[in-house]
């Protein structure tokens, strides 16, 4: 089964790393991407560049930022292929985000 790890991140943490912990975090971002079971990820652009949509009366209205205002912002993604719900709780475990003041939310994908 696919699970989706969804990544938030506290707005700074990773500016308050130094320049050896980011890159050893960064290792390990890297090396869950390199792993035969990941079928997909991403990291997302900061906040600052979203934009919100929503339609009300059939009208398409945008926002810029994100929805809403939170202490952890949705920063990235991985998907994989896991054999159950503990893998991916463990895969998930092992996300820099997890131990840094965010947290990883773990989600089976719908497969068509």
Known sequence: MK???LIYAKPGSWESLSEQERQAAQGEYMA???DPRCTASAQLQPIETATTVRVQDGKTLTTDGPFADTKEVFG?????????????????????????????????????
């Open 3 to 5: 699970y989706a790890l």
């Open 32 to 34: 869950l991407s390199d």
């Open 76 to 112: 990235g993604y991985y998907v994989f292929d896991a054999h159950n719900l503990d893998d991916a709780i463990e895969l998930a475990g092992r996300v820099p985000a997890a131990r840094m003041h965010g947290c990883v939310e773990v989600r089976p994908v719908v497969e068509q």
